[in-house]
């Protein structure tokens, strides 16, 4: 089999690894001429760049019950060398196909020899073709800090799976993988961050989870990533509604629907950019993300007695609490609050929030606005 032919074939088993770059979807992903894989990455400075994603080899020994690539599944099988890797995606950049590159691997023989491998690709893309643009490396369970130094000096961004938020639920879908050992690596990075002052892995380290596959609970999920926001200052973290692959035990297990994922990432913004914490996140009976309405929605309506709030003098920490409000309309509301003031809805709709969802809980210059709450519409906040 030809280079690109396996560019093809690893590119494609690389849809399972979703961690990362918001790309999560078939629609997000494009081909070109070769059909090879191409992800559009959004970066921490917004720009956006075309990454080829792809595995190292998709042979591995691990027996993960989730995994289109586990040992115990019947699927072709194939590696590159790192010089082989390197020298396509040379190619593949000064055609101007791709700008930066996300690689993963399979285990083949062991975590030590396959990040060897990896890092190999990536100190011959830095040194021999002199690239200086985007790379997104994973590291392997149960590699060495020496590894994981060698990764923060060749890498834009970091990851390492998770998978599941605690290490029951990770025994039921990967038996033969220890959460702390998952784990570890980020400490490493983070200290080696800390160290440098952030000169290294410039866009951070990042997370995934597979999204229902252990049966864990949303309130599992998002107290295990709080937890890593605050510890670890993580980048992002990343959800993976699990989808059942034939020829694994899983393969019978119900998929997650998509609007669990939704939920889970609408809550982590909450957590990440907006200053909520895991305790004011309002879960069902069985700690799960209510369906019928976004997180922000749900918190508001647990809180009457936070609102109504005035908006031509609320600070931006009571902004980012009203449904409809974002960071950036917020931003935008007190640039205005500091040159004028709100008299009407479309002076509050020109900064960019969703009157619709924030009329009920706001005022202007004391007058309440006559929109009626749409609680169970919608799907954002």
């Given at each position: 089999?030809?280079?690109?032919?396996?560019?093809?074939?690893?590119?494609?088993?690389?849809?399972?690894?979703?961690?990362?770059?918001?790309?999560?979807?078939?629609?997000?992903?494009?081909?070109?001429?070769?059909?090879?894989?191409?992800?559009?990455?959004?970066?921490?400075?917004?720009?956006?760049?075309?990454?080829?994603?792809?595995?190292?080899?998709?042979?591995?020994?691990?027996?993960?019950?989730?995994?289109?690539?586990?040992?115990?599944?019947?699927?072709?099988?194939?590696?590159?060398?790192?010089?082989?890797?390197?020298?396509?995606?040379?190619?593949?950049?000064?055609?101007?196909?791709?700008?930066?590159?996300?690689?993963?691997?399979?285990?083949?023989?062991?975590?030590?020899?396959?990040?060897?491998?990896?890092?190999?690709?990536?100190?011959?893309?830095?040194?021999?073709?002199?690239?200086?643009?985007?790379?997104?490396?994973?590291i392997m369970p149960g590699v060495?800090?020496?590894?994981?130094?060698?990764?923060?000096?060749?890498?834009?961004?970091?990851?390492?799976?998770?998978?599941?938020?605690?290490?029951?639920?990770?025994?039921?879908?990967?038996?033969?993988?220890?959460?702390?050992?998952?784990?570890?690596?980020?400490?490493?990075?983070?200290?080696?961050?800390?160290e440098s002052e952030g000169r290294?892995?410039?866009?951070?380290?990042?997370?995934?989870?597979?999204?229902?596959?252990?049966?864990?609970?949303?309130?599992?999920?998002?107290?295990?990533?709080?937890?890593?926001?605050?510890?670890?200052?993580?980048?992002?973290?990343?959800?993976?509604?699990?989808?059942?692959?034939?020829?694994?035990?899983?393969?019978?297990?119900?998929?997650?629907?998509?609007?669990?994922?939704?939920?889970?990432?609408?809550?982590?913004?909450?957590?990440?950019?907006?200053?909520?914490?895991?305790?004011?996140?309002?879960?069902?009976?069985?700690?799960?993300?209510?369906?019928?309405?976004?997180?922000?929605?749900?918190?508001?309506?647990?809180?009457?007695?936070?609102?109504?709030?005035?908006?031509?003098?609320?600070?931006?920490?009571?902004?980012?609490?009203v449904p409809g409000i974002g960071?950036?309309?917020?931003?935008?509301?007190?640039?205005?609050?500091?040159?004028?003031?709100?008299?009407?809805?479309?002076?509050?709709?020109?900064?960019?929030?969703?009157?619709?969802?924030?009329?009920?809980?706001?005022?202007?210059?004391?007058?309440?606005?006559?929109?009626?709450?749409?609680?169970?519409?919608?799907?954002?906040?």
């Amino acid at each position: 089999m030809d280079t690109y032919e396996k560019v093809k074939v690893l590119g494609r088993s690389a849809q399972y690894d979703l961690c990362g770059e918001g790309c999560g979807t078939e629609a997000n992903r494009v081909r070109d001429e070769l059909g090879h894989w191409i992800y559009p990455a959004v970066m921490p400075d917004g720009r956006r760049v075309k990454l080829l994603k792809v595995l190292q080899s998709n042979a591995c020994t691990n027996d993960c019950y989730y995994c289109a690539s586990r040992a115990g599944r019947d699927c072709p099988r194939l590696s590159f060398s790192p010089d082989e890797l390197a020298r396509a995606f040379d190619e593949m950049q000064h055609r101007q196909l791709v700008e930066g590159l996300f690689l993963s691997s399979a285990i083949r023989t062991g975590p030590e020899q396959a990040m060897d491998r990896m890092l190999a690709t990536a100190e011959l893309i830095r040194v021999k073709y002199q690239f200086r643009g985007y790379i997104h490396l994973k590291i392997m369970p149960g590699v060495t800090p020496a590894h994981v130094e060698q990764a923060v000096q060749l890498a834009s961004r970091l990851s390492v799976n998770l998978e599941a938020p605690t290490s029951e639920r990770l025994a039921r879908i990967a038996p033969g993988k220890v959460l702390e050992e998952l784990v570890q690596p980020l400490h490493w990075v983070h200290r080696l961050r800390l160290e440098s002052e952030g000169r290294l892995v410039p866009a951070g380290q990042t997370t995934q989870f597979v999204v229902g596959a252990a049966d864990e609970s949303d309130g599992e999920l998002l107290q295990t990533v709080a937890q890593l926001y605050r510890g670890l200052d993580l980048q992002r973290v990343y959800f993976s509604a699990f989808q059942p692959v034939p020829g694994t035990p899983l393969a019978e297990h119900p998929a997650t629907p998509l609007w669990r994922e939704h939920r889970l990432y609408q809550s982590d913004f909450l957590l990440r950019q907006y200053g909520f914490t895991f305790q004011e996140l309002v879960f069902d009976k069985e700690g799960n993300l209510p369906r019928r309405a976004d997180p922000k929605r749900m918190w508001a309506m647990a809180h009457p007695e936070f609102f109504p709030i005035e908006v031509n003098r609320a600070p931006r920490e009571q902004l980012l609490r009203v449904p409809g409000i974002g960071p950036r309309s917020a931003g935008r509301i007190l640039r205005w609050q500091r040159e004028s003031e709100f008299r009407t809805l479309d002076d509050l709709k020109k900064t960019g929030a969703v009157i619709q969802w924030a009329a009920p809980f706001v005022l202007l210059n004391g007058r309440r606005l006559p929109y009626q709450l749409e609680l169970w519409s919608g799907q954002s906040f």
